[in-house]
């Protein structure tokens, strides 16, 4: 497995997700989305999984943080919600279905769940485990160690443990109904500093 062998769709959907991305968040922020969706398909491809809509889980890998930034914060709604709904303005935008656009609304939500049930929603599945690899450490292991390092290397963590941890512990503070709420209190701000991945390349 290599990162030549996974590439962003030539879409205006996916063009969109990508220069929101770049033009909103940090370079940290920016290269935990690209490796959040590099390892939900590198997910896809160990385990096998077919039928994936590849447009559908990048947009939704690319935006799934957006409602952390100040630009996208929703006064009340958590910050995965309010980045669904960025998802679907941009993918209504470039000419998605209603459905289709709803379905960018449910993984980014879904991502943030404690667990996803793939034959429910495969691509909020691949998205979940991926972002918990990046952000928790989760099944790290499951993925090629040299694929690892070579991603790491093109997207580096730079201060990703400190500005997220920052981003979700605002939104906890402030909106604590929210998974924000959850995610302190089960410690990612720990899980963030400690993470094997920092140690990597």
Do not use: C
Not at 25 to 30: I, N
Not at 45 to 57: F, M, T, W, Y
Not at 119 to 130: F, I, N, P, R
Request: charged letters at 25%; a negative charge.
């Amino acid at each position: 497995m290599h990162l030549s062998d996974f590439t962003p769709p030539a879409t205006p959907a996916a063009r969109a997700a990508r220069a929101l991305a770049e033009r909103y968040h940090s370079q940290s922020m920016q290269n935990h989305v690209i490796r959040s969706w590099l390892w939900a398909e590198a997910f896809a491809a160990v385990e096998d999984r077919g039928d994936i809509d590849h447009e559908l889980l990048y947009v939704s890998a690319l935006l799934h943080d957006i409602g952390i930034v100040p630009e996208y914060d929703n006064v009340n709604l958590s910050y995965e919600e309010a980045g669904g709904h960025v998802a679907v303005a941009l993918t209504t935008g470039a000419g998605w279905e209603a459905d289709r656009s709803t379905r960018a609304l449910e993984v980014v939500i879904r991502h943030n769940w404690p667990s996803v049930d793939p034959a429910m929603d495969v691509e909020g599945y691949l998205l979940e485990t991926a972002t918990a690899l990046d952000i928790s450490g989760a099944r790290a292991d499951a993925l090629p160690a040299s694929f690892l390092d070579e991603v790491l290397a093109e997207y580096p963590r730079l201060q990703l443990a400190r500005e997220f941890g920052d981003g979700v512990t605002d939104q906890a503070a402030r909106k604590p109904h929210t998974s924000a709420r959850r995610l302190v209190d089960g410690g990612v701000v720990g899980k963030l500093a400690n993470h094997p991945l920092e140690r990597s390349v």
